[in-house]
Each structure stands twice: as structure tokens, then as C-alpha cells.
């Protein structure tokens, strides 16, 4: 059985290993407000074979490479990028909070009805079922930020700040503390996650998105 492992010394947030030709991670992934995923929630569905035709493996090293090149490289890139998004996760957090009240507005959900979500004393709305016709010019002039890059060359505000201001109704810190990471896998472009809610699943049920090079949501889907 063939089994090694090339860790990236300087930050060292996850290794890979190649076991009989399949990867195995172990380390941590803070996404922060999407969790810290850990360990058997990180994985690469692509074995040894598929990674080798990566562009980035072979951007980077000779076509004779050994697995163990490329089992070293790739534990160099996935620990610089993980870098990359520690280094940004404001904007990575801001952009995920609007997702969600996007898809919110989107749905008409009803958030006011889960208690540990609604402050009511807090609400400037009479009515309360207005409320995303009432932010709509709001959450519209904050999507124009959706597609663009978090890797800190575009500067997008405080959108968190902004969606507080929004709804200060609504409870974010123990939304955000009551986020479920579930899974992270691993890719050439960078990274898939999806997480859940632990409201019953009533915001976040199985929500996914992909961040590319640039740290940008490409595919928000949130079943």
C-alpha cells in the first residue's frame, strides 16, 4: 500500500495524503461564518490520475511529475489558498450573509417566526410581513456585489454592516452561530461547501457554493 504525505510547513491548515491512489485530508477549513469544517468534512472526489491533469498541476510541474510532486504541490496550493480566504473572510462573510437574504426576500421567509431569529422590539416595520418589499431597494443595490471577487481588489463596503440596517430585527449573531458546516470538497478551481442551519433547517437547507481563484460565490444553490 502506498501512503505519504507532503505538508506545507509555513501554514500547515490541512494535509493531504495519497492512499492506494486516493486522497486523504486531514486539518481544519474556517470559513468563518459558514463554519470550520474538519478533517472527514474535507475531501477530493478526483484521485491521483485526475489531479495530474489539472491546468494547475500542470501550470506547475514537469509532465514526468511523480505522485509525490504532485501530492507535495497540491498540499502547497490548497494551504495558500486556504490562506488566501482566511485573509479575506470579511468579504467572504459579507457575501455569504447576502446570499442568504437574497434568497430570503427571494422565498418570502418568514424568519419572524422563529423565535431565537426575531427581535421584536427591534422592529421599525408596523408590519412586519412588508419587510422585503420595504428593503428591496436595499438588497437590489447590494447584489450588483454578488459576482465580484472577495480577494480584496474590489471594494465592496461593509455589506454586513448594511444588512444590519436593513433588519434589525433580525437576530444575526445566532444565525451565525447556529450555522451547521457539513461538507468542503476540494477542486481544481477551488472549493465546494455546503452547510445547513440548526432552525430546523429553515434558512440553510443543504446551502451550496463554489469559491474560484478570486474567492468568488459562483453557484449558490440552497435546497
Excluded at 49 to 74: G, H, M, T, Y
Excluded at 97 to 107: H, K, N, P, Q, W
Aim: a negative charge; aromatic letters at 12%.
Amino acid at each position: 500500500m502506498r501512503s505519504f504525505s507532503m505538508a506545507n510547513k509555513k501554514n500547515k491548515w490541512i494535509t493531504i495524503k495519497l492512499v492506494d491512489d486516493e486522497f486523504e485530508i486531514s486539518g481544519k477549513i474556517d470559513l468563518g461564518y459558514m463554519g470550520t469544517y474538519k478533517d472527514s468534512q474535507i475531501e477530493m472526489d478526483d484521485d491521483i490520475d485526475d489531479a495530474i491533469d489539472w491546468d494547475i498541476v500542470c501550470d506547475n510541474l514537469p509532465e514526468d511529475c511523480s505522485d509525490r510532486q504532485v501530492v507535495k504541490f497540491l498540499n502547497e496550493h490548497f494551504n495558500k489558498y486556504i490562506d488566501k480566504i482566511s485573509e479575506n473572510i470579511k468579504l467572504i462573510n459579507d457575501t455569504f450573509l447576502l446570499e442568504v437574504f437574497l434568497d430570503m426576500a427571494a422565498s418570502g421567509m418568514e424568519f419572524w417566526k422563529i423565535p431565537e431569529l426575531y427581535i421584536e422590539d427591534k422592529n421599525p416595520y408596523e408590519d412586519i410581513e412588508s419587510v422585503y418589499s420595504a428593503t428591496h431597494d436595499g438588497l437590489t443595490k447590494l447584489s450588483a456585489y454578488l459576482d465580484a471577487p472577495n480577494d480584496g481588489s474590489v471594494d465592496k463596503g461593509d455589506i454586513e454592516a448594511e444588512l444590519r440596517a436593513l433588519f434589525p430585527m433580525f437576530n444575526f449573531d445566532e444565525f451565525i452561530a447556529g450555522v451547521v458546516p457539513e461538507s468542503i470538497e476540494l477542486t481544481e478551481d477551488g472549493l465546494c461547501f455546503q452547510c445547513s442551519d440548526k432552525f430546523g433547517k429553515a434558512i440553510l437547507c443543504g446551502a451550496y457554493d463554489e469559491l474560484d481563484e478570486e474567492l468568488c460565490f459562483t453557484d449558490w444553490h440552497n435546497f
